[in-house]
């Protein structure tokens, strides 16, 4: 079920970026451009794709919106069963997807799995919890309309059009594909260029689960950023899109000219910080792994720490000592591999030597830390305010560590950045008075990242990170539209206000009750 089937393998070409490398028009007839996704550790080709053009993506778009009928008319306990039959199929694919996640993206085998666990949680959660979140709901009608009943309905949208990332090629867009089709929709998912097989292969699984559902409730199309491009403008009913605030700004304009609403999930500088009263050793622990996991390629990954004076010198021991060892490879039990898109690391490599310039300190790794296809470990101190590293999400291996007087002044250095999606703080006592204080749309207290996988809990940010929300029940809701029902039950004679045949005497008495309502100044009683 998918308008996106791989090509077939066309042997290794070198590792480059697919974009302007391997886009090739194969010859003869109607033949269609295509492009290749590599294996960034290798440069050889996982799979090649179709370029998708205009044309294509409206007829993926038709197809959904030929199946939405079919996909409603199942109900939720049908959609329920369906979604649970995909996750039941995901499972018997894991091996697969697995090392698909390992050869297309790069990441470990464990930070694979790590990953298909994440999407079969969702997918549940999802499929369990829609009837429950999206059921419509009795309101008070208030006493000016005492003779109504009321009741809010939730619509699905229609076709909703996903475009994802590469750094988690599967949770990421799984987080608004399982919450739009639970909430009724049917979905066209437009995988990122570097991670196209992996896409491709969320929809076959769903096909094979339900072999008798229409090829359109869920569609994948395939190509690189005009392929978004052409998703915007094809009369879908909403974006939900995953990536960067620059291509975001180009999606929400493309979007502007329909009035598509949009859900916006883009980048981080998210900060953590360690308290006075923290545990330093599982505080520095944490942070080796929310910093480098995934090669830092994590839209929540740590990218910036304030520690406290007073604890700060045990706690740079115990993150110096925390990535002791800690090497990138391939190898399936490296503890994290390279990086998935080659122009990333310049970027990193720009930053550091950006930082070292101005006066930082590289305490581990440093500008030799960048190789040509991976990055060990780098942690800067003493990094000034001004320089690129501090201000621009790195999306690499990378942490910058900043001692500060105490958790006042860490917690206006964690806030003074125009992100907002993630945050971590480490203290025994505090950790929720602070978590309150920061500007972010998620904060985890004495862990990391733990609330990406709690499906109940809406993952999003606000400024640069974009707005909306994925996962939990605002997540369905960002997927449906209410619908607002009110109906007269009694007719009571002469209570209609809206006639032209009103008693003379209600207005006066809606006067005097409106004084006697409103017209009291508040008591704390109130
Ligand atoms: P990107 O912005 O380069 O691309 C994202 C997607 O947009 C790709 O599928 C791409 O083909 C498509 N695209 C490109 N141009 C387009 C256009 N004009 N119209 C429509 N679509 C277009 O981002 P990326 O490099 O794939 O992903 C990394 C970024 O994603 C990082 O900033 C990361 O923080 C962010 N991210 C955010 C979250 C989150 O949930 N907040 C999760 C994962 C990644």
């Known amino acids: 079920m998918t308008n996106a089937d791989p090509v077939p393998n066309a042997g290794p070409v070198p590792n480059a970026d697919p974009r302007t490398s ?36 409206a007829a993926a778009v038709a197809a959904a919106r030929a199946a939405v009928p079919w996909w409603v008319g199942l109900g939720q306990a049908g959609r329920r069963e369906r979604l649970l039959r995909w996750a039941a199929q995901l499972v018997r694919d894991d091996r697969e997807l ?155 304009t493309a979007c502007a000219t329909r009035l598509i609403p949009l859900i916006m999930e883009c980048g981080g500088k998210d900060p953590l910080l360690v308290a006075e009263d923290a545990d330093v050793t599982v505080a520095a622990r944490a942070t080796a792994w929310g910093a480098m996991a995934n090669a830092g390629q994590t839209c929540v990954g740590v990218e910036r720490v304030y520690v406290a004076a007073s604890v700060a010198a045990p706690y740079l021991n115990a993150l110096t000592r925390a990535l002791e060892g800690i090497h990138p490879g391939m190898a399936s039990d490296a503890p994290y591999g390279p990086m998935t898109m080659p122009a990333q690391l310049e970027v990193v490599r720009r930053q550091v030597d950006d930082a070292l310039a101005r006066g930082a300190t590289a305490l581990v790794g440093g500008s030799a830390a960048v190789g040509d296809r991976f990055i060990a470990p780098i942690v800067l101190v003493d990094v000034p305010d001004a320089a690129e590293v501090m201000r621009d999400e790195t999306f690499g291996p990378v942490v910058t560590v900043r001692t500060v007087t105490d958790i006042d002044e860490a917690i206006a250095l964690a806030n003074a950045t125009p992100y907002g999606l993630g945050a971590t703080v480490f203290s025994r006592r505090h950790g929720d008075e602070i978590a309150a204080r920061l500007d972010a749309g998620m904060v985890t207290v004495n862990a990391v990242q733990s609330f990406a996988g709690i499906p109940a809990l809406p993952f999003g940010g606000r400024g640069e990170s974009g707005f909306g929300r994925v996962h939990g029940a605002d997540g369905l809701r960002e997927f449906v539209r209410p619908r607002s029902v009110a109906t007269r039950r009694l007719a009571l004679p002469g209570t209609t206000l809206t006639t032209f045949r009103r008693p003379p005497g209600l207005l006066a008495l809606i006067t005097r009750l409106t004084r006697l309502r409103h017209g009291r100044t508040a008591t704390p009683a109130d």
């Open 98 to 252: 697995v090392d698909l996640l390992h050869a297309e993206n790069g990441k470990t085998v464990g930070d694979a799995r790590l990953e298909l666990l994440l999407v079969l949680e969702h997918i549940r959660w999802a499929a369990r919890n829609a009837g429950r979140v999206l059921k419509s709901r009795r309101v008070l009608p208030g006493p000016f309309l005492a003779d109504h009943t009321a009741r809010v309905d939730y619509l699905p949208l229609g076709v909703v059009g996903v475009i994802g990332p590469w750094n988690y090629p599967l949770f990421t867009p799984i987080g608004s594909i399982a919450y739009a089709l639970a909430a009724g929709n049917t979905v066209v998912f437009k995988p990122s260029e570097y991670t196209p097989a992996l896409g491709t292969r969320l929809a076959t699984s769903f096909a094979a689960a339900n072999p008798d559902a229409p090829a359109g409730v869920l569609g994948v199309v395939t190509g690189l950023g005009a392929t978004g491009a052409a998703l915007c403008a094809a009369g879908v009913d909403k974006i939900a899109f995953t990536g960067s605030a620059r291509t975001g700004r180009a999606v929400m």
């Open 22 to 57: 391997s886009a090739t028009v194969a010859g003869g007839g109607a033949a269609a451009a295509t492009f290749a996704s590599l294996n960034p550790a290798t440069g050889e080709v996982v799979g090649r794709f179709p370029i998708q053009d205009d044309a294509a993506v």
